[in-house]
């Protein structure tokens, strides 16, 4: 998280010498953080139940994007993000524990948005998300071990609100869900600043 918020440290103190931006266009940088729900079911081998559970934990993201206004109320932009924290799952069936350990994120989605002011812009965001997930399957009875390490790729879903407290700080609320293949399932609520340049 520190490589984030290095950089975007640097950039406001810039800032005051090199404001040429306005609230809701052009490129921008930032960070967040949050909490996250994942969900995840898991076929286990030789039985006919899946290992279903899931986990809340907090999560983090960086991301850059570019904002163009269409008009004064209308706002369409493209935005690419990093995160990771989201917490592992741990479940049981019978005989068998289950384990599924995500990683590192991608994103990259599209937004429209819509200024409901000067200074606040709510907006809508859809595009496409990717996660490795380690899973480990472990058998009581025979002491075997399954692993399975893989990218799943899925649609991502959102909706926020962004508050330009200037021309080139922002902060936002963002709700979004991301429907990975292999059914698993991730619900973020989070909170972030962005600079734009």
Do not use: C
Not at 22 to 33: C, L, M, N, S
Not at 67 to 94: F, Q, T
Not at 116 to 122: G, K
Not at 170 to 190: G, H, I, P, S
């Amino acid at each position: 998280m520190k490589f984030w918020i290095s950089p975007l440290a640097a950039a406001l103190a810039l800032g005051a010498t090199a404001a040429s931006a306005e609230p809701f266009q052009g490129f921008h940088a930032g960070v967040g953080v949050g909490g996250s729900k994942l969900q995840s079911q898991d076929n286990i081998p030789g039985f006919t139940r899946k290992a279903d559970d899931d986990a809340k934990g907090f999560t983090y993201r960086g991301f850059v994007g570019y904002d163009i206004k269409l008009s004064e109320r209308v706002v369409l932009g493209v935005e690419a993000g990093v995160s990771n924290g989201d917490k592992k799952i741990e479940s049981r069936v019978d005989t068998a524990r289950v384990k599924v350990d995500p990683g590192v994120g991608y994103d990259v989605t599209g937004r429209l948005g819509l200024v409901a002011t000067d200074n606040l812009m709510v907006y809508g965001r859809a595009g496409w998300a990717r996660e490795k997930f380690e899973r480990e399957i472990r058998f009581s009875n025979n002491s075997a071990v399954l692993h399975n390490d893989k990218d799943a790729n899925g649609a991502l879903f959102g909706v926020g609100a962004e508050y330009a407290l200037s021309d080139n700080v922002a902060v936002r609320a963002e709700y979004d869900r991301t429907n990975f293949k292999d059914d698993r399932k991730r619900d973020r609520l989070m909170v972030s600043a962005a600079y734009r340049f």
